[in-house]
């Protein structure tokens, strides 16, 4: 059996929404998310449950729009629960932080639609309230409805423009977090009424192409000053960008090969940014159904894959608006992609065999053990899981896993009470939290803040 022997990062991927990436399985009987997800005890309890499986983060992901590319509508998103109705992943921190103590919690902000000194702030605000236990997943975006819903033009940025305007958004952020106040500037001095002392508290005065901000930050500073930063760009640009910015990055792959090249390119562009390659936590998107036994655990995803939608994956799928159902299931895909027109540049992007068909694609979209974004499935018991883990990260190089949730809260359970207890016996998982901070239990103790290689200490004070 292949050894890693380094410590595995595990990260649960969720959203604040009925559906997501588990179509379907909302109406699972033993599904509670649906319900509630709406209430403030769901996500108290659930942040504990995660918790109990000591993962590094709750990772929430967002959507500001409605996929509406698949049937040529939103009908199928709003029917499938999927992204829609979704709540602010911001909002249920803060109630998911009173009942924890050592998880960490991050979500999704898009730089083309929100404002870095709003974002600052409001990140600032959590990470205080958590004790520095935040980190934020910063994205471009790409639903036509998001640009509907607050007026942007989409043809304003082209796609590499985008991320120009995230890094700027990033600068900002950083000179707020970093810059604004000095280590020194809060003295809550009763006797002599002085709470902070104002040479010590700065405007940044902000000058761009894109943004003028003036300051200060107004909140003051947390343990990490700086969340912890989050990415997942794929295209060139977005490498480039995540390699520069990012202390956790999320890399997927239709192959084995596929993901561990994007791993490798990752690295490389680090430190063409003037960082180390092990600054940055690689994850890979993954899917676990365990047991007790082997029998059972097979029997659990045959039970899944039944109540799994089709509709609902491809609507996510293509949500940007390639609307795959205008063609016939057996068309050819490498044909749609050679007439051209709209969509057939997005079908393009992901490497089909010879022979596939639109039904293939469709059919494929909704195979939870192969799901596109999703790469490495593991089925079975405890030990066998732990077996499979061991060899994704000997040969891919990846550092952990965002763990993909098919059942609420189930999956999460299966995992504490299944997989963990084998991760710890092989010395290669947690037993109790490292730090205190988000950071530290990411990188190590008594590492609360970036590290000196990374672009937010360019204005440390």
């Not at 380094?6 to 699972?28: C, E, Q």
């Not at 590094?56 to 829609?84: C, K, P, Q, W």
């Not at 959590?126 to 980190?135: E, F, K, P, S």
């Not at 899981?385 to 550092?399: F, K, N, Q, R, Y």
């Amino acid at each position: 059996m292949p050894s890693s022997r380094k410590r595995i990062s595990f990260n649960l991927l969720d959203m604040p929404t009925v559906s997501h990436n588990n179509y379907g399985l909302w109406a699972h009987p033993s599904n509670q998310k649906h319900m509630r997800y709406k209430t403030v005890n769901f996500w108290m309890d659930f942040a504990k449950e995660c918790e109990r499986a000591r993962f590094d983060t709750l990772f929430l992901a967002d959507a500001i729009g409605v996929a509406a590319g698949y049937g040529g509508s939103n009908d199928i998103a709003i029917r499938e629960g999927m992204h829609v109705p979704s709540l602010d992943p911001f909002t249920p921190i803060a109630a998911m932080a009173a009942s924890t103590s050592g998880i960490g919690f991050a979500a999704t902000c898009s730089t083309t639609y929100e404002q870095p000194f709003h974002l600052a702030r409001r990140l600032g605000s959590l990470d205080l309230l958590t004790n520095g236990r935040v980190g934020v997943n910063i994205v471009t975006s790409y639903l036509p409805n998001a640009n509907e819903n607050f007026g942007v033009d989409q043809t304003k940025y082209t796609h590499d423009e985008r991320y120009d305007v995230a890094d700027e958004f990033l600068q900002v952020c950083y000179k707020l977090w970093e810059a604004s106040w000095e280590e020194d500037a809060i003295k809550r001095d009763r006797l002599n009424q002085i709470f902070a002392d104002p040479s010590k508290v700065h405007r940044i005065d902000h000058k761009g192409r894109y943004f003028n901000v003036a300051g200060p930050q107004l909140v003051e500073p947390t343990r990490q000053r700086t969340p912890v930063i989050y990415q997942a760009g794929s295209s060139g640009r977005g490498k480039q960008f995540a390699a520069r910015h990012a202390e956790v990055v999320f890399v997927g792959g239709r192959s084995l090969e596929a993901v561990k090249e994007n791993v490798k390119a990752i690295r490389e562009e680090a430190v063409r940014q003037g960082r180390r390659p092990d600054d940055i936590k690689i994850l890979v998107g993954t899917t676990i159904v365990a047991a007790r036994t082997r029998k059972l655990a097979l029997a659990k995803k045959e039970d899944y894959q039944e109540m799994t939608s089709a509709d609902g994956y491809v609507a996510h799928m293509y949500g940007a608006g390639f609307d795959l159902s205008k063609f016939g299931r057996d068309e050819l895909v490498a044909d749609i992609i050679k007439k051209g027109g709209q969509g057939a540049e997005h079908l393009g992007r992901y490497p089909y065999a010879p022979g596939t068909t639109v039904g293939d694609v469709i059919a494929a979209s909704a195979d939870i053990a192969g799901h596109s974004t999703v790469p490495l499935f593991a089925c079975g018991t405890g030990e066998e899981i732990v077996d499979e883990i061991e060899m994704w990260v000997e040969t891919l190089g990846v550092d952990g896993f965002l763990l993909r949730q098919l059942i609420t809260p189930h999956t999460v359970g299966d995992f504490a009470d299944y997989v963990m207890p084998e991760l710890q016996k092989r010395g290669i998982y947690r037993e109790e939290y490292e730090g205190s901070t988000l950071r530290e239990n990411l990188f190590g103790k008594g590492q609360p803040r970036v590290p000196d290689n990374h672009p937010a200490a360019a204005y440390r004070r």
